[in-house]
């Protein structure tokens, strides 16, 4: 069965800082690794990570991916009180093409 | 585009009585949609997968005759509650995947389900 595990699961950091959040997985079959931002309502996409070692970038947001070791981190610099959400990774297994989840970070920005 | 849209966005009602959520993809036609739960401070767990013109595949330890789904059309799926109990209160979220891809998934805003 696949799996998911994200850390630290809540993370309080004061804004300006820099945060990186954790995600290492089991999966039978990897496609591919997915990064989401959930605030209130349902989750927004950040990155898609298929390949090692290759950044992927979005503004204050990167993120990385390591099929080797099993994981992944998302990156956030200059963190501002937007950010705060509940950060969650998920990976698509080749054999099912379903998304399962980890059981996400929640960050908190203090003004 | 890839606009979800779920309705209701909250809904209230009494133990034992049906709900109905509907999920649908405003822009673009998806022959697979998920149906998601969430408890609050949880992830979302996959509850269905649900194929346009056939029938839904379950997960593990989720009832299906508890949990009706329809997908009658390329852009619309339902959810009935059946018969709902006060453990049944979470968010739902769906997702609706476009015909032309194999692993892009666009959520919907969810619906958030009280059972009193």
């Known amino acids: 069965e696949d799996k998911v595990v994200q850390s630290p699961l809540s993370l309080v950091v004061h804004e300006g800082d820099t945060v990186t959040l954790n995600c290492s997985y089991e999966v039978t079959n990897f496609r591919s690794l997915l990064w989401y931002k959930q605030e209130k309502k349902a989750p927004t996409f950040l990155f898609m990570l298929?390949?090692?070692?290759i950044e992927k970038k979005s503004g204050r947001l990167s993120s990385i991916l390591d099929k080797k070791e099993l994981f992944s981190i998302l990156n956030i610099t200059a963190t501002q009180t937007g950010d705060s959400a509940v950060y969650l990774c998920a990976i698509i297994d080749f054999g099912n093409e379903k998304l399962t989840f980890g059981t996400g970070t929640r960050l908190t920005i203090i003004p | 585009g890839a606009v979800v849209s779920q309705h209701p966005s909250w809904v209230i009602c009494k133990s034992g009585t049906s709900v109905k959520i509907e999920c649908r993809s405003l822009?673009?036609?998806?022959?697979?949609m998920f149906w998601y739960r969430q408890f609050p401070k949880q992830s979302l767990m996959l509850m269905a997968t649900s194929n346009e013109g056939s029938k839904a595949t379950y997960e593990q330890g989720v009832e299906k005759d508890k949990f009706l789904i329809n997908h009658a059309s390329l852009t619309l799926s339902t959810l009935t509650v059946t018969s709902a109990h006060p453990e049944d209160s979470s968010f739902y979220i769906c997702s609706a995947r476009p015909i032309q891809s194999s692993y892009e998934q666009y959520f919907g805003p969810g619906t958030r389900l009280t059972v009193t």
């Open positions: 298929t390949s090692s070692g």
């Open positions: 822009d673009f036609q998806a022959t697979t």
